[in-house]
């Protein structure tokens, strides 16, 4: 069973649109999360995080949006470029520490992002 | 400047040969990680060294071993592979549980 879920296998945006990408989690422990941007033929990179005493956080383009009742987190990239083309893993963690403590990261399946010129 | 490396990036064994993946970091970071993602799965945790202290994870096969000979060095061994390792396994390191770096991967093939 999994305890991250994203459940669009891809997503397909419009350059300069808004891309918004969804994560809901089951395990009520989990109390930080993340955003992982990978590339093909590369390893996941880190690209956001938010703890779960934050509903809100903000990178430049990148924001994350956490709705704790709801058990649900989305990322926000504006204005989507083509390079933001990539697969984008949500993971979440239980454990103090944002890396996931002793129990380590669960990661959702990901989310293929394509940006349309 | 390359943070976390896994070699060889694509390594093809017989079923039931051992093989063994390597992975290297110029980070200095005293946790590293391996993952195993399947196709169109989310990366599973198999285990992870904090410091010396190995930690397993309570359903990663036996057929899974990992050494750490020192800091930058940690290496995943597959005693028997199976059909169903066939997958990208994924090293990843961090400071005390802090965001994790992960490498390129290494893609396994069964045949």
């Known amino acids: 069973d999994q305890q991250v879920k994203q459940n669009s296998p891809s997503l397909s945006v419009q350059e300069g649109r808004i891309s918004i990408l969804n994560c809901d989690y089951t395990?009520?422990?989990?109390?930080?999360f993340l955003w992982y941007k990978k590339y093909p033929a590369e390893g996941p990179t880190f690209l956001i995080s938010?703890?779960?005493?934050?509903d809100k956080n903000e990178d430049g383009r990148f924001t994350v949006f956490l709705n704790k009742s709801a058990k649900h987190l989305s990322l926000h990239i504006v204005p989507s470029q083509p390079g933001d083309s990539a697969v984008y893993f949500c993971?979440?963690?239980?454990?103090?520490?944002?890396?996931?403590?002793?129990?380590?990261?669960?990661f959702g399946k990901g989310t293929h992002l394509i940006i349309q010129p | 400047d390359a943070m976390v490396i896994q070699n060889p990036r694509y390594q093809v064994t017989q079923f039931g040969k051992p093989v063994t993946l390597s992975c290297s970091q110029t980070?200095?970071?005293?946790?590293m990680y391996w993952y195993q993602q399947k196709s169109s799965q989310a990366p599973k945790l198999l285990f992870h060294?904090?410091?010396?202290?190995?930690?397993n994870e309570a359903d990663t096969p036996d057929n899974f071993q990992s050494r750490r000979p020192n800091t930058s060095f940690c290496f995943l061994d597959i005693r028997s592979p199976g059909l169903g390792d066939a997958a990208m396994y994924l090293c990843?390191?961090?400071?005390?549980?802090?965001?994790?770096?992960f490498g390129p991967g290494t893609r396994l093939t069964v045949t």
């Open positions: 990843a390191t961090s400071r005390d549980f802090s965001e994790q770096y």
């Open positions: 395990n009520s422990m989990f109390d930080y």
């Open positions: 938010i703890s779960s005493i934050k």
């Open positions: 993971a979440a963690s239980g454990s103090t520490g944002s890396g996931g403590g002793a129990d380590g990261l669960t």
């Open positions: 980070l200095n970071h005293n946790v």
């Open positions: 060294y904090y410091d010396k202290d190995f930690n």
